[in-house]
């Protein structure tokens, strides 16, 4: 009698249940949108919007840094705080969102997202740029004191090695950048506690509200938008680099240091975004029935009433007292240790890699920053999704027993790592700059060509690049060149004429010769032309399509090495681990390694260190790839540990009678009855688009 008067209570509560509104607001005419066509649209575009923000900030880096001044050390930290959150509320929102009304969890989530994408653009507005045409050189007065003979002020700037000081136009050079540290710090915290909703709670929630024979096409559609997202995000990243911050010209082109593209302009697109569809996936109720658009004969109320009964019995299965006993039963299973260890350097990787690939293209191949997003996004993002596609049919067509999985992940990733060691031999040759200072104590880039030339013009040690486009020749600044005159060209950009130290037909021109100087040069460092681009994009593409082949393997993997109750948990606690020891430390790693290659640093008035102005390339290409293979090397070890383990167990979950059922490192069988609370699936969002109908017979069996 005490169970009855609660399943009464259910019963009663059920109509609105599966009304479509946001609390008491369930009007009529919004129950013609109560289907799960129209809340996996709106889910789809969420995701969308998502995916589009994470590539788009990995395209930005480099306009962040000279922006602020930051070092690429300190935005990697700053990436990283959006798994600090992401970790700290993983496992709660998938213990407690997962048994309450998710499509509310989800809207406050995505408002939450939305709200700190925007803050990501705040630090325009909160901290201006003070110094633009300082920045620019826009007026005839500021451009004459970078010509020969012009004596002015220097401003200090540091050097790698031995921290020498030259001289650089800087940013707001007197002012912190403490201030925007902390707004995009906060941004980053809020995003990862915005996301989590999302990630976690979206799948298993179509998973519950359709039928069987549907789930794979409705998986299919959403996991669209976790490729098309990426993908999108790096094209709008492209667009956005090739528009100058104040939407002006600048006089130089966008392959100029001192260029700093309009980076705010996509955090508004998807704050704004995120903000609207957050409020109309909220509206949908907890539990959407897949018969609402049929008649309502008597087989369809009976089969609507047992769905509400179901709604509030899961909830009651969430107790705290459950989640330490779950991941005590989690880390005494080997071999879904090894599996979630895998993940984890496969999060260094992505995180670290990824994150300042479109980085490592500019500076390498010396392409524009519009250039670099696109390369090093679009091919990886849409090979990789091919990729886990067709291995997803491989899977369904021959059925692999478990052990053939796990070798088909350490195949795909020490294809992956031994292609980043190769990757190294596919160099650029650095170009050298004339004129740079002798305190520079790398010799990698300085020319000793034209050394003297430019002694008798009293040069500031202020980093101004100009390319002598005729002989290929890139001078530290129009002083450096010997530049006596500033002009400006057909198409309105500014060249520096009558250049001593630039060499015509041969001979150079100095101050004692009867010729009269005509030779001139351009802003900005002279571009390499190196078809290693191609190959290195070419090759790192068909790594990713072939990597990507076992991804949907190891998430059914996953699937069959941990008790059926344990699928969310499991889940759950492999996303906190990526987060935690993968996504968070991979873009501070990375960010370090490339500030140790810096040559040239800019340093603010008041002794603090800014961005980076020069790198030693070949070094940065070796240190990159060589960490980062190593990296992915561990991981198909793992993956290979994981295999020895696991050796003799079958796909299939049956238990043989009389078998008893434990979770621990060496019993791979599966208690055969499960709680109807225990089916949420909920990360990574790749999981369920390649499984079978056998599979989600299993994932959702009743006693």
């Known amino acids: ?57 990995s395209s930005m880096i480099p306009s962040i840094e000279k922006r602020f001044g930051f070092s690429s050390r300190t935005v990697g930290i700053i990436m990283a705080m959006n798994d600090v959150s992401h970790v700290s509320t993983a496992l709660l929102t998938a ?21 700190a994408l925007l803050l990501h653009a705040a630090p325009e507005v909160l901290f201006p740029f003070r110094n633009l045409d300082v920045w620019k050189g826009a007026s005839m007065m500021q451009n004459e004191e970078h010509l020969c003979a012009a004596n002015s002020r220097q401003r200090a700037l540091r050097l ?55 789930t794979p096409l409705y998986f299919s559609i959403s996991f669209s938008s976790r490729i098309f997202g990426p993908v999108l995000g790096y094209a709008l990243g492209g667009f956005c680099n090739s528009i100058f911050l104040d939407w002006t010209n600048p006089g130089f ?40 658009s049929k008649s309502e004969d008597e087989s369809t109320k009976k089969e609507a009433n047992a769905s509400a ?33 895998s993940s984890m350097f496969d999060g260094v990787f992505i995180a670290g890699y990824f994150s300042f690939l479109p980085k490592f293209l500019g500076q390498q191949f010396q392409i524009t920053q519009s250039a670099a997003a696109i390369a090093g996004g679009v091919p990886n993002v849409l090979a990789t999704a091919t990729g886990v596609v067709v291995g997803g049919f491989i899977l369904r067509r021959w059925k692999p027993q478990p052990r053939y999985i796990g070798l088909f992940l350490a195949a795909g990733g020490l294809i992956m790592a031994t292609t980043l060691y190769g990757l190294i031999g596919l160099e650029c040759p650095q170009a050298k700059i004339t004129g740079m200072p002798t305190t520079v104590n790398d010799s990698f880039l300085r020319s000793d060509g034209n050394a003297t030339c430019h002694q008798p013009c009293q040069c500031k040690n202020d980093f101004i690049p100009v390319c002598d486009v005729s002989n290929h020749e890139t001078f530290y600044s129009p002083c450096h060149a010997g530049c006596t005159k500033l002009g400006l060209s057909k198409n309105q950009e500014k060249i520096y004429e009558n250049c001593m130290c630039v060499r015509t037909n041969g001979t150079k021109l100095d101050e004692s010769s009867d010729q009269t100087p005509v030779a001139s040069v351009v802003n900005g460092q002279c571009q390499k032309h190196c ?27 996953q699937f069959r090495i941990v008790d059926i109750d344990l699928k969310s948990m499991a889940n759950g606690m492999t996303a906190l681990l990526m987060a935690g020891l993968g996504f968070l430390p991979g873009p501070i790693i990375a960010g370090a390694l490339f500030d140790s290659t810096c040559t040239l640093w800019q340093m603010r008035d008041n002794g603090e260190t800014g961005y980076c102005l020069l790198y030693n390339t070949d070094a940065m290409r070796w240190k990159f790839h060589l960490f980062f ?14 295999t020895s383990r696991i050796w003799k167990l079958k796909s299939e979950r049956e238990t043989p009678a009389g078998v008893p059922t434990l979770s621990g490192e060496d019993n791979w069988a599966f208690e055969p009855e499960v709680s109807e609370a225990v089916n949420e699936n909920i990360y990574p969002p790749l999981k369920n688009l390649h499984l079978d109908s056998a599979d989600h017979d299993t994932a959702h069996t009743r006693v």
């Open 95 to 115: 213990h407690f969102g997962g048994r309450g009304h998710r499509p509310r969890w989800i809207m406050c989530g995505c408002i939450i997202l939305g709200i």
């Open 1 to 57: 009698m005490l169970f009855k008067k609660p399943e009464t209570t259910k019963v009663a509560n059920a109509p609105n249940v599966h009304r479509c509104g946001l609390f008491c607001w369930q009007p009529d005419f919004l129950q013609r949108c109560n289907n799960m066509t129209l809340f996996v649209f709106c889910y789809v575009l969420l995701c969308l919007i998502y995916g589009m923000a994470a590539s788009y900030t």
């Open 160 to 214: 790698g090695g031995d921290n020498h000081t030259a001289a650089v136009p800087v940013v707001n050079a007197s002012e912190s950048n403490i201030g925007p540290v902390v707004v995009l710090v906060v941004a980053q915290l809020l995003q990862g506690v915005g996301s989590t909703a999302l990630i976690i709670l979206g799948l298993p929630f179509i998973d519950d509200n359709v039928q069987k024979k549907n």
């Open 253 to 292: 082109k966008s392959t100029d240091p001192r260029w700093i593209s309009a980076w705010y302009l996509g955090y508004l697109f998807f704050g704004m975004g995120l903000c609207l569809f957050a409020i109309t996936i909220g509206c949908f109720p907890a539990s959407i029935s897949s018969d609402c």
């Open 629 to 642: 293979a190593s990296v992915r090397g561990i991981a198909v070890l793992m993956d290979l540990l994981l």
């Open 309 to 341: 009964q179901k709604i509030p019995a899961s909830v009651s299965t969430a107790s705290w007292k459950d989640l330490p006993r779950n991941i005590k039963r989690l880390v005494t299973n080997g071999a879904y240790v090894c599996r979630a260890c």
């Open 531 to 557: 078809q290693t681009l191609y190959y290195y994009v070419a090759i790192l593409t068909a790594a990713m399509f072939l990597g990507g082949l076992p991804l949907s393997g190891g998430i059914m993997l």
